[in-house]
């Protein structure tokens, strides 16, 4: 069974800051998926990721098959960036395991 | 762009009812997933459905939960016999290829 941790629980940082969220897991996997849960409770999908990185706008995600990490950056954080991101990870073709989730709080 | 939608918003139930969740997913998406989040919990995968089957489940999709694609377009939770501890966020989702799909709002399930 996958065991998915994620640091830090909670973050807060003022706008403008670099901000890393680092998720790892236990088990090989065949990907790795990164979440963004609003304040309401929607959830969003960020980025899937099997190797290497991928970059939307403000927004990078990289993961290391090897040491089984994965990290989600944030450039220039802004307050609407305040969520909690969340990883999870392929136990199966379809089946995920999330992990606990990282509450961001970016203050102006 | 199309959404998952989902009803209702919010169910509330007493412990040993059956009730219905709905959701209506993204009209050409081929997978489709049941997750549910209990109050400052993490979110937990119940289930996935393909092909007018379930492909995956996980050990918290017990007998008590069924899932079904009664008229190619809605997709539907139910649980049989309410439980205090099945009181949580229902989230579904649907995606083209696989992985997290799309989510919908959410159903907030509280069993009395």
């Known amino acids: 069974k996958n065991e998915v941790e994620q640091s830090p629980q909670n973050l807060t940082a003022q706008e403008g800051e670099f901000i890393t969220i680092n998720c790892s897991y236990s088990v090989g996997i065949s990907a790795l998926h990164w979440l963004q849960q609003h304040p309401g409770g929607g959830i969003v999908s960020l980025f899937m990721l099997s190797s290497g990185k991928k970059k939307h706008g403000r927004l990078i995600a990289t993961i290391n098959i090897q040491e089984k990490h994965s990290s989600l950056h944030i450039t220039a954080s802004h307050p609407r960036d305040s969520a909690v991101y969340i990883c999870a990870v392929n136990q199966g073709a379809q089946k995920l395991v999330f992990g606990q989730g990282t509450r961001l709080t970016i203050n102006p | 762009e199309p959404e998952v939608t989902q009803t209702p918003s919010h169910q509330v139930t007493q412990m040993g009812q059956e009730v219905i969740l709905r959701c209506v997913p993204i009209s050409n998406h081929l997978y489709f997933y049941w997750y549910r989040q209990i109050l400052g919990q993490k979110v937990e995968f119940l289930v996935s459905?393909?092909?007018?089957?379930?492909?995956?489940k996980s050990e918290i999709f017990d007998d008590q939960f069924s899932v079904e694609r009664p008229d190619g377009s809605n997709f539907t939770l139910k649980i049989r016999s309410t439980k205090l501890e099945d009181s949580a966020m229902y989230f579904c989702?649907?995606?083209?290829?696989?992985?997290?799909?799309?989510f919908g709002p959410g159903t907030r399930l509280t069993v009395t």
């Open positions: 459905f393909y092909n007018n089957e379930i492909s995956e």
């Open positions: 989702a649907s995606s083209e290829e696989g992985g997290t799909g799309n």
